[in-house]
C-alpha cells in the first residue's frame, strides 16, 4: 500500500501546490512548521542508513569524487547563470543558488533504482554530500552571492547541523538498534517523508500565493532548465571522466535532484519570502523530470553498455 501511495508522490507535490494556491490563508500560519518537516525527513533518511552505506564510500571513491565534485561546482554555476540570463531579483536568484548549493535529495536514491542505476554510488553521494553540505551550502551562497545579498553564513551553518546532520546522526543510531524492524517499515518512512515534503512545498506555495501570478512562468522556466542542466550535465559530464553507464545514471540524477526541502528552510528562516518559491517548485518538478527519466532509462537495460566497456 505503502509502496503505490509513494509512486504518485508527484501527483500528490502537485496537486499540494495546486491547493495551496488556491487556497493559501489556511497555511500562511503553517510558516514556523518547515524546519521541524526538514529534520523529520532527515531522521527518516538516517533510519534508513547503515554502516554498510558508510562502507560503500571506501570500495567507490573515485566515482562518489565525481559526482560529489559535479554536485558543487554544476549546481550552483547553473544557478547563476540562469539567474542572470532570465535576469531574476536578488530574492529569487539567491533563492535558486540554495537548491544549486545544497545536497543531493533522497528521492534521488529511488529514482535511481527505478533507472537502473548503481544505488549503492547513489546512496554514498546523498551521504557525503549532505554531509559536506554544512560547509558547503553556505559557502557557495556566499562565494556566489555575496555581493549582491546579505548572506548570513554562520547562522545558515548552524540551521543545517541542527535541520540535517543531528536528525540524520538520530536516525542512523537507531537504525544501528532497529536494523530489522526499519528495513519492515521502511516503505512507511518513504511515505512519512513524501508527506514532508508535500506538506513544505504546499507551505511554501502558500506564502508566495501572491506572486505566482506575476513570477511563476519564469521561475519554471528557471528551475526547469536548472534540474536539466543538472540531469543532463550530470550524465555527460560523468561520462566524460570514464564512469561506466550505471554510475553515470546514478550521477545525472543525483546532481540533478537537489534537496530542496533543505534550499526551503534555509530561505524561509534567512532570507525573504520569495527565496523560497524556487525551492518549492523544484520539489515538485525534479520529482517528475526524475520519474520520466528513470521510467525512460528502465527501458534501456546498462549491462550490455558496461560488459563492452569492461572487455575494452
Given at each position: 500500500?505503502?509502496?503505490?501511495?509513494?509512486?504518485?508522490?508527484?501527483?500528490?507535490?502537485?496537486?499540494?501546490?495546486?491547493?495551496?494556491?488556491?487556497?493559501?490563508?489556511?497555511?500562511?500560519?503553517?510558516?514556523?512548521?518547515?524546519?521541524p518537516?526538514?529534520?523529520?525527513?532527515?531522521?527518516?533518511?538516517?533510519?534508513t542508513?547503515?554502516?554498510?552505506?558508510?562502507?560503500r564510500?571506501?570500495?567507490?571513491?573515485?566515482?562518489?569524487?565525481?559526482?560529489?565534485?559535479?554536485?558543487?561546482?554544476?549546481?550552483?554555476?547553473?544557478?547563476?547563470?540562469?539567474?542572470?540570463?532570465?535576469g531574476?531579483?536578488?530574492?529569487?536568484?539567491?533563492?535558486?543558488?540554495?537548491?544549486?548549493?545544497?545536497?543531493?535529495?533522497?528521492?534521488?536514491?529511488?529514482?535511481?533504482?527505478l533507472?537502473?542505476?548503481?544505488?549503492?554510488?547513489?546512496?554514498?553521494?546523498?551521504?557525503i554530500?549532505?554531509?559536506?553540505?554544512?560547509?558547503?551550502?553556505?559557502?557557495?551562497?556566499?562565494?556566489?552571492?555575496?555581493?549582491?545579498?546579505?548572506?548570513?553564513?554562520g547562522?545558515?551553518?548552524?540551521?543545517i547541523?541542527?535541520?540535517?546532520?543531528?536528525?540524520?546522526?538520530?536516525?542512523?543510531?537507531?537504525?544501528?538498534?532497529?536494523?530489522?524492524?526499519?528495513?519492515?517499515?521502511?516503505?512507511?518512512?518513504?511515505?512519512?517523508?513524501?508527506?514532508a515534503?508535500?506538506?513544505?512545498?504546499?507551505?511554501?506555495?502558500?506564502?508566495?500565493?501572491?506572486r505566482?501570478?506575476?513570477?511563476?512562468?519564469?521561475?519554471?522556466?528557471?528551475?526547469?532548465l536548472?534540474?536539466?542542466?543538472?540531469?543532463?550535465?550530470?550524465?555527460?559530464?560523468?561520462?566524460?571522466?570514464?564512469?561506466?553507464?550505471?554510475?553515470?545514471?546514478?550521477?545525472?540524477?543525483?546532481?540533478?535532484?537537489?534537496?530542496?526541502g533543505?534550499?526551503?528552510?534555509?530561505a524561509?528562516?534567512?532570507?525573504?519570502?520569495?527565496?523560497?518559491?524556487?525551492?518549492?517548485?523544484?520539489?515538485?518538478?525534479?520529482?517528475?523530470?526524475?520519474?520520466?527519466?528513470?521510467?525512460?532509462?528502465?527501458?534501456?537495460?546498462?549491462?550490455?553498455?558496461?560488459?563492452?566497456?569492461?572487455?575494452?
Open positions: 500500500m505503502f509502496e503505490q501511495i509513494n509512486r504518485f508522490f508527484p501527483l500528490w507535490a502537485l496537486g499540494a501546490a495546486l491547493l495551496a494556491a488556491l487556497f493559501p490563508d489556511s497555511l500562511v500560519s503553517l510558516k514556523d512548521w518547515v524546519p518537516l526538514l529534520a523529520l525527513i532527515m531522521f527518516t533518511m538516517g533510519l542508513l547503515s554502516r554498510h552505506d558508510f562502507a564510500v571506501a570500495r567507490a571513491p573515485r566515482a562518489v569524487m565525481i559526482g560529489i565534485a559535479l554536485q558543487y561546482l554544476l549546481m550552483p554555476a547553473a544557478a547563476f547563470g540562469i539567474s542572470r540570463l532570465l531574476l531579483s536578488p530574492e529569487l536568484a539567491v533563492g535558486m543558488m540554495l537548491v544549486g548549493a545544497t545536497s543531493g535529495g533522497t528521492a534521488s536514491n529511488v529514482m535511481t533504482w533507472a537502473g542505476g548503481n544505488v549503492a554510488l547513489s546512496i554514498s553521494m546523498t551521504l554530500s549532505t554531509l559536506l553540505s554544512i560547509v558547503m551550502t553556505p559557502l557557495l551562497v556566499w562565494i556566489w552571492m555575496g555581493a549582491s545579498i546579505d548572506v548570513p553564513v547562522g545558515m551553518l548552524w540551521s547541523a541542527k535541520l540535517v546532520i543531528a536528525p540524520i546522526a538520530l536516525g542512523s543510531l537507531v537504525n544501528h538498534f532497529l536494523a530489522g524492524t526499519i528495513r519492515r517499515i521502511e516503505p512507511a518512512l518513504a511515505t512519512v517523508a513524501m508527506a515534503i508535500v506538506m513544505i512545498i504546499a507551505i511554501v506555495v502558500a506564502l508566495n500565493a501572491g505566482l501570478a506575476s513570477l511563476g512562468p519564469v521561475i519554471a522556466l528557471a528551475v526547469v536548472h534540474n536539466a542542466c543538472g540531469l543532463i550535465g550530470g550524465f555527460w559530464l560523468s561520462r566524460l571522466a570514464g564512469l561506466n553507464a550505471r554510475d553515470c545514471r546514478a550521477v545525472a540524477i543525483e546532481v540533478g535532484m537537489q534537496n530542496s533543505l534550499a526551503v528552510s534555509l524561509t528562516n534567512f532570507f525573504p519570502a520569495a527565496a523560497a518559491l524556487p525551492g518549492a517548485l523544484f520539489s515538485v518538478w525534479h520529482n517528475i523530470s526524475g520519474s520520466i527519466l528513470a521510467g525512460y532509462w528502465k527501458r534501456r537495460p546498462t549491462a550490455a553498455t558496461d560488459e563492452a566497456q569492461n572487455a575494452s
